[in-house]
C-alpha cells in the first residue's frame, strides 16, 4: 500500500507547476519515435508469427468433419483482437519500451540529473515522465492495430500456403459473427496498458537509488509490476466491458 500510495503521488505530481505546452510538443514527438518507431519491428515479428501459428493449431485441433474450416479463420480473428493483438503486444513492449524508460531515468537519478533540474525549479516529474506518457498514449493503439492486422494477415497466408484452409474460406471466417464492438474494446484496452506500462515504468526508474546495479533492479521491476499490472488490468476491463 505504501508504493502505490507513492506512485498515486507520483502521478498527480507530474500536473503540477507544468511547463508550457510548446516545451513538451517537441518531446512528446521525439518519444513517439523513441517508444512507437522503434518497436515496429519487433510487434511486426511477433504478430506475424503468433497469427500463424494460431491459425496452424487451431487447424490441427479442428479434427471433425462437421466444422467448417472457416471456423479457423473465425478463432484466428477473435483471439487476435479480443487478446493477441492488445495483450501480447503489450506485455512484448512492457519488456522493450518499459525497461528503456526505467533504465534511461534511472541513469539521469543516479547521476543527478533528476536533482539538477529540481534545483533549477523544474518538475522534473512533469519535465520527463509526462512526454513519456503521452507518447506512450498516442503510439500504442497504432502498434496494437498495425499487430491485429499482421497477426490475422499471418494466420492466412500460413493457412493457405499449407493448405489448410482456402482464401475463400479464411475471408468468409473473418466476415462471420463479427461483433464490432470488440475493437474498440481493444483500443481502450491498449490505451490503458500503454498508461500503465509507461507510468509504472517511469516511477521504478525515477526513485531508483544507489548505483548501476539499482538501475538494472529498477529496469527489472518495471518490467515484472507492467506486466503483472497489464494482466490485472485486462481482467478487469474484460469483466467491465465485456
Excluded: H, W
Excluded at 143 to 149: A, I, N, Y
Aim: net charge neutral; proline share 3%.
Amino acid at each position: 500500500m505504501k508504493q502505490l500510495g507513492k506512485y498515486l503521488i507520483f502521478i498527480g505530481s507530474m500536473f503540477r507547476n507544468r511547463e508550457k505546452m510548446g516545451v513538451y510538443a517537441s518531446r512528446v514527438l521525439d518519444e513517439c519515435v523513441l517508444i512507437g518507431i522503434d518497436s515496429v519491428f519487433i510487434v511486426a515479428i511477433v504478430s506475424s508469427f503468433i497469427g500463424a501459428v494460431t491459425c496452424i493449431q487451431t487447424a490441427y485441433n479442428l479434427v471433425s468433419p462437421l466444422i467448417p474450416n472457416s471456423t479457423i479463420a473465425l478463432i484466428v480473428r477473435d483471439m487476435t483482437v479480443l487478446e493477441l493483438a492488445p495483450t501480447i503486444t503489450c506485455v512484448v513492449l512492457s519488456g522493450k519500451v518499459g525497461s528503456s524508460i526505467a533504465g534511461g531515468l534511472g541513469t539521469m537519478r543516479i547521476t543527478e540529473q533528476i536533482d539538477a533540474l529540481e534545483v533549477m525549479g523544474i518538475n522534473a516529474a512533469s519535465y520527463l515522465v509526462l512526454p513519456k506518457i503521452i507518447a506512450a498514449l498516442i503510439v500504442f493503439p497504432m502498434l496494437v492495430v498495425l499487430s491485429g492486422f499482421l497477426s490475422i494477415y499471418g494466420g492466412y497466408l500460413a493457412g493457405t500456403l499449407t493448405g489448410v484452409i482456402t482464401p475463400n474460406e479464411y475471408v468468409y471466417g473473418l466476415r462471420e459473427s463479427f461483433q464490432p464492438f470488440n475493437v474498440p474494446f481493444a483500443i481502450i484496452k491498449a490505451v490503458v496498458f500503454a498508461f500503465l506500462i509507461s507510468s509504472v515504468s517511469s516511477f521504478e526508474g525515477f526513485y531508483t537509488k544507489g548505483g548501476a546495479l539499482e538501475v538494472g533492479r529498477s529496469s527489472t521491476n518495471a518490467v515484472t509490476n507492467s506486466c503483472i499490472s497489464v494482466l490485472l488490468a485486462d481482467y478487469l476491463l474484460a469483466q467491465l466491458l465485456l
